[in-house]
């Protein structure tokens, strides 16, 4: 199933996102810029791609990190899953995070991550007194002993 997303570019810069592949889920997001940006080492920076969306209604914009720029150069979205939501329309940015003990360069037009559209089940709440029973019960991290 394919869907269809109206895309601005609202920059010179911007660039359509791209697969690697045509079986990869993600999409290559580009830094927007007209040179290099520096990344200092243990810091942060937010990077714009140039880019707004119009998604569609019950999805949302999973940014991810492409793995590439993890492993190899140490950077990676600081809050490590970005979400778009769908009725977000102004510029879609990356914050950009260096995990190194070195200054790092994003180069212009430097694939910066990767986004995944994503449906949502819509939540209500029921206050309860009392949740059902599991056998896990309240166990929390580890508790499972895998």
């Known amino acids: 199933m394919e ?3 109206n895309i601005k570019l609202l920059n010179e810069f911007a660039k359509i996102p791209t697969r690697g ?18 990344i200092p080492a243990h810091r942060t920076i937010l990077i714009g791609t140039g880019l707004s ?12 990190p492409r793995s590439g720029l993890a492993t190899k150069q140490g950077l990676r ?7 778009v939501d769908s009725d977000y329309r102004g510029e879609i940015k990356v914050a950009l995070h260096n995990d190194t003990d070195n200054d790092k360069d994003i180069l212009a037009g430097e ?16 206050m309860v007194e009392e949740l059902d029973k599991t056998e896990r019960g309240a166990g929390g991290f580890g508790s499972t002993g895998k």
């Open 3 to 5: 869907s269809t997303i």
């Open 111 to 126: 694939r910066i991550a990767q986004g995944i559209l994503h449906s949502y089940i819509p939540m209500q709440f029921n």
């Open 53 to 64: 969306m119009a998604l569609p209604k019950g999805t949302f914009l999973g940014i991810y």
């Open 77 to 83: 979205p600081a809050n490590c899953v970005g979400v």
């Open 21 to 38: 592949s045509e079986d990869a889920a993600g999409y290559d997001l580009y830094a927007a810029t007209d040179g290099p940006i520096r």
